[in-house]
Every structure is written in structure tokens, then in C-alpha cells.
């Protein structure tokens, strides 16, 4: 069975420019999450999807971030524009979704290095 | 979600039982213990959870003492493999957030 899937893994840019981020969900999983992990700490959620919903926003940084999952599948994070700060890795979970929620199953995450 | 603390960092030979301590003196009487870890460029990685039994799987054991204030990881036989940071998440039943601290770095050395 194929894990999460992210891409792109190593992502460069110069601040003020925009960047995409993509996560393809083990299949059947109802939950996709999108962590945000600074180097040195552990993962804080920004996003959690129940299907196509987004039912827990309250971490994302609205003014420049967004997110989205049109089909209930796979889901795009954005940024734009980039600033210095937002170098991290990106980080794509899913779960089954509800109480069978016990495992979340991350993907390798996406390093973002703004210049 | 209830606050863990964890030691920074841990040292481990090769082949010898690792033991990762955490306490969680405000945990809820509904919320579990999990334990994630995460090798270096990888994503976190499931390992074990409980509410107030001792569990063991094919990775890890899991330590809850009776009061459910703190917990203990053990890896019974741990390889080089196993070096990564380890993190320790109370979490209630129908809360679908994972709230990761700082974790505690293992080293298994040989």
C-alpha cells in the first residue's frame, strides 16, 4: 500500500514569490492534515480536512496561506507570498477520520527554503 | 490537550532496552497516551498509544503508571535504526489534533 505522498520534497525560492505544495492521501482516508515543522521542534498543525471540509483552520496564517481539497482526495497548500520565516518542512498526514482516527500517517514533508 | 514533558536527549547502546520517560501530570481520565517518532528527513511515524493498561506491539511497549501521570517507552532491543526523536502526545478520544512538544532525541550508539 503507498503511503502519503508529497511533492515536491526540496522547494528554493526568493521571498515574496509564491509556492505549492502537494499531498496525495493514503486511499480511503477521510482526514488530511498539514503540519508546519520548524527545524528543531515538533509539527503544529495548520489545516485539518474532514473530506473536503476544512474543519480546523485556526492555526493558518489566513493572509497568506490557503489550502485546499476539492475532491475530498488529494490537497494543495499555497503560500504567496513566501516570506523569510516560512522556511520549514511541510508536512502532509491522514487518517481514517473520527474516533478510528488513532494513526496518522505522515508523509516525508516538503523542506521550503525562502531567500 | 494536556502538556508532556519529555528529557531533551537520551543515550542508548546497541542491542540494550531503551526507556523514554514522560510525564503528563494533567492528562484527562479520557485521554491517551501516543507515542510518534520521527527518523531525520522523515515524517513522524505512529508507534504505540494507550489510556491506562500496559500495551506492547511489534515496535515498542508502552508503561502507564496507575495514577496516569507519567509513562515510560521501551524499546527493548534497540539498534542503530531506532535513533530518531521521540514524542510523547496526550490526546483525547474524539480530538483529531496531535499537539507535538520538543520530543527527546535518542542516540543508539554501538
Known amino acids: 500500500e503507498a503511503g502519503v505522498v508529497q511533492s515536491p520534497r526540496y522547494k528554493i525560492i526568493e521571498k515574496k514569490q509564491p509556492v505549492a505544495f502537494w499531498c496525495n492521501p493514503i486511499s480511503g482516508h477521510n482526514t488530511l492534515y498539514w503540519y508546519l515543522q520548524n527545524l528543531g521542534q515538533g509539527p503544529e498543525l495548520l489545516i485539518r480536512?474532514?473530506?473536503?471540509?476544512?474543519?480546523?483552520d485556526s492555526q493558518l496564517p489566513k493572509d497568506r496561506f490557503s489550502a485546499e481539497r476539492l475532491k475530498g482526495v488529494d490537497s494543495t497548500l499555497k503560500i504567496q507570498p513566501a516570506e523569510l520565516g516560512d522556511s520549514a518542512v511541510y508536512l502532509c498526514a491522514s487518517s481514517l477520520g473520527g474516533m478510528r482516527s488513532n494513526e496518522q500517517f505522515f508523509g516525508p514533508g516538503t523542506r521550503l527554503t525562502v531567500l | 490537550d494536556a502538556k508532556t514533558t519529555q528529557p531533551p536527549s537520551m543515550d542508548c547502546a546497541e542491542g540494550r532496552a531503551a526507556n523514554l520517560p514522560c510525564n503528563h501530570s494533567t492528562i484527562s481520565g479520557n485521554e491517551y497516551v501516543y507515542w510518534y517518532r520521527q527518523i531525520h528527513s522523515q515524517g513522524p511515524q505512529y508507534i504505540i498509544h494507550g489510556l491506562k493498561n500496559n500495551e506492547t506491539n511489534e515496535m515498542a511497549s508502552l508503561i502507564i503508571t496507575e495514577d496516569r501521570k507519567s509513562s515510560t517507552l521501551i524499546l527493548p532491543h534497540a539498534t542503530l535504526r531506532d535513533t530518531a526523536v521521540y514524542y510523547c502526545?496526550?490526546?483525547?478520544?474524539?480530538?483529531?489534533?496531535?499537539?507535538f512538544g520538543a520530543g527527546t532525541i535518542l542516540r543508539v550508539k554501538s
Open positions: 480536512y474532514e473530506n473536503e471540509e476544512a474543519v480546523d
Open positions: 502526545i496526550v490526546r483525547a478520544p474524539d480530538g483529531n489534533k496531535l499537539v
